[in-house]
């Protein structure tokens, strides 16, 4: 079985990606050079300065112009560096990418990805940790991916460049070094949620880094006795409904945890719906847990306070089991 | 007036120009009529006292070549080929509208003439020719693209990212800055620091050129210049046609920010009645300049009335072309 990392993974699925179709091209700040992160290390030797392109520091024009040239018959993968400076490309995205097929009817697609890295590391304080993958499900058109771990970083990206939408794919900061297990280099099909583990007391809905956190929870609860379910949802829309209703069916008890404010959070719409669908398999509450409605601040130990942990996730599950 | 030596006219092409610029003209009226009878319910943006900028851009572009526009863009898509009578249906939000209408006046695209779409975001069709420019390259390709965009639009972060962008990719893009003096209601000169679009993109390394957009002629001749520049490899230029919008930003503005002297005046540079000025006076039949209005105008109310009975979309339309992977027809909730 090979290991290799969260990062190497998505370098691993571009690169066969970009060799077996050449429309497809990366560009955004400092690529060619590996990028801020290294995941496009070496690439630029391999696939020149034309396919992997280093661009100015102008988000508005680097998703703008993919717009433009996703709708001329190539497939640009555009590197946004940190979810926070997409901020800056927002027409590009919501008001272009997101509607040019349907205001135009069907004239054209939009094949794009959008890289955009997020998430809390390293003391990055407010502009450079947020976790704002809610805003994009709110936006007809866009798929939104969060992948957590190096085999669906692998495969979630190649069926994202593969796809013929505009996807906002998300990947987690903290996880760029995580090791794991890639038995395949195969696509993985988007909106199919990922059961981590099995249980029949509880379900813990999660994704992206939280997803890690949700595990060392499962562990710690079941040394008490109580086996929960983790679903890793992978992608947010469209999102696993099924998986996660025959999920709750079973353990009539939910609990949703993100990293991101919880306030208007994707949890809110797993709560929602469950609520809506399953409320008759309900024993307890739904509850979620997510950062409070504070930005992020610098200081460790203020940090610390706003990150779901596995012990506020094991405190929460315990509450629910009562 | 506008003086051209007779000698040196193509009358050919130039009928053709004049021809188109009354189709456009007719269009716009047809469009107004529409917004008056409440068909169109939506904003429109006319562009009467600017035709002499489609046409002379337009017919300059290969049909392969691309074009982005703006929200005032029904000019430059009849232009680059579409058909008016999809464009009308469209205007009216009916089945059989170039999107079914399910884009409007202000998203008004034909991808089968290479027109990538107007653009209700001021601006925002600089990145999109940027890029569409950057595909061509890419795919080695020898197109270009044009994008049209008004003189409000060299405010917004697009002018500076975009035209920066193409220059530095060298790339095959043709600019072309609408200025008909007003950002919406605003006069632009009364919003805007430094000496305007054409300085800013030359302080780029883009060259530029100022020409009458009321002239057909100037601008015909200028158009063929930079295109074949640009077609040469020599990156992306910026043409500055100085227009007057002799209609009101929308149909429904009521246009009291200006003169009635200062419009009444403008109407005497109307580019349709200089380039008739140049075509008489280079012994042109009055009768063929006069066919060329009627019939634009006998072609637009057929364009009309046919748009009129059109039926609205299916209501199906709603739900389709919106994405494919959660497509909201297995998933709209």
Redesign the interface.
């Known amino acids: 079985m090979t290991t290799m990392t969260y990062a190497d993974a998505a370098k691993q699925a571009l690169t066969e990606e970009m060799r077996r179709d050449p429309t497809i091209w990366a560009l955004g700040e400092d690529l060619g050079r590996g990028g801020v992160f290294g995941q496009y290390q070496g690439m630029a030797d391999e696939f020149g300065p034309e396919r992997i392109v280093d661009t100015p520091i102008s988000e508005a024009a680097i998703l703008g112009s993919a717009v433009g040239a996703a709708m001329s018959g190539t497939r640009p993968v555009v590197e946004m560096r940190f979810a926070d400076f997409a901020l800056c490309a927002i027409d590009e995205l919501v008001n272009q990418a997101a509607k040019a097929r349907y205001m135009f009817g069907g004239q054209t697609k939009v094949p794009l990805v959008v890289r955009e890295p997020m998430g809390m590391w390293r003391s990055s304080a407010a502009q450079h940790s947020q976790s704002l993958e809610s805003w994009y499900t709110h936006i007809p058109g866009l798929v939104v991916v969060c992948p957590s771990t190096p085999h669906d970083n692998l495969g979630l990206l190649k069926s994202s460049i593969r796809c013929d939408d505009p996807v906002v794919y998300m990947e987690h900061k903290n996880l760029w070094a995580l090791e794991g297990e890639v038995p395949d280099c195969d696509p993985i099909p988007l909106g199919v949620a990922r059961i981590a583990r099995t249980g029949q007391d509880l379900t813990i809905v999660s994704w992206s880094s939280t997803c890690h956190e949700a595990m060392l929870a499962a562990v710690t609860l079941e040394e008490e006795g109580l086996e929960a379910e983790v679903i890793d949802l992978r992608t947010l829309w469209p999102w696993d409904k099924s998986a996660v209703l025959d999920s709750v069916e079973k353990t009539g008890r939910l609990l949703v945890a993100h990293e991101a404010v919880q306030v208007g959070g994707f949890g809110a719409e797993v709560a929602a719906t469950v609520a809506d669908r399953a409320f008759s398999s309900l024993r307890a509450p739904i509850k979620r847990i997510g950062a409070p409605r504070v930005p992020i601040p610098y200081a460790p130990p203020l940090e610390d306070l706003l990150r779901v942990t596995p012990e506020r996730i094991a405190a929460v599950a315990r509450e629910l089991m009562r | 007036m506008v003086s051209h030596k007779t000698a040196n006219l193509d009358i050919d092409r130039l009928l053709k120009h004049y021809a188109l610029m009354w189709r456009i003209r007719a269009f716009e009226e047809a469009a107004l009529q529409a917004h008056t009878e409440k068909l169109v319910l939506g904003a429109i943006h006319p562009s009467i006292g600017q035709e002499a900028i489609a046409a002379g851009v337009c017919l300059n572009l290969r049909s392969d070549d ?1 074009l ?1 526009s703006t929200h005032r863009g029904h000019g430059h898509t009849l232009a680059k080929g579409a058909d008016p009578n999809q464009m009308m249906r469209e205007l009216l939000g009916r089945e059989g ?7 409007g006046s202000m ?1 008004i ?4 003439v290479g027109m ?2 107007a ?3 001021v601006g ?1 069709n ?11 390259k ?2 080695k390709s020898d197109k270009i ?1 044009c994008s049209i965009f008004g003189d409000g639009a060299i405010n917004r ?2 002018f500076l ?2 035209l ?2 193409a220059v ?2 060298n790339l095959p893009a043709l600019f072309v800055c609408e200025d008909n003096g007003f950002a919406s209601t605003t006069s632009t000169s009364s919003v805007t620091g430094g000496k305007g679009a054409a300085a800013r993109a030359e302080a780029l390394g883009i060259p530029s050129l100022t020409v009458d957009g009321n002239d057909l002629i100037s601008i015909d001749e200028a158009v063929r210049s930079v295109i074949s520049s640009i077609r040469a490899g020599n990156g992306p230029h910026l043409l500055v046609a100085k227009t007057y919008r002799l209609s009101g930003h929308t149909a429904s503005d009521p246009d009291t920010y200006r003169l009635r002297s200062e419009v009444e005046k403008a109407w005497e540079s109307d580019p349709i009645v200089n380039l008739g000025g140049v075509l008489r006076r280079a012994k042109v039949d009055a009768v063929i300049l006069d066919n060329h209005e009627s019939n634009a105008r006998i072609e637009m109310a057929a364009v009309f009335s046919e748009a009129k009975a059109a039926s609205w979309p299916p209501l199906s339309r709603a739900f ?7 497509d ?1 027809r297995q ?1 709209a909730f």
């Open positions: 691309l982005t509208g170039n999107s079914h209408g399910k884009g998203h695209a034909d991808f089968s990538l779409g653009n209700g975001v925002a600089i990145h999109i020719t940027a890029g569409a420019a950057h595909a061509i890419l795919l693209v972060g697009p990212e975009g920066n962008w530095v990719f389709e072309d919106v994405q494919d992977i959660g909201p998933e």
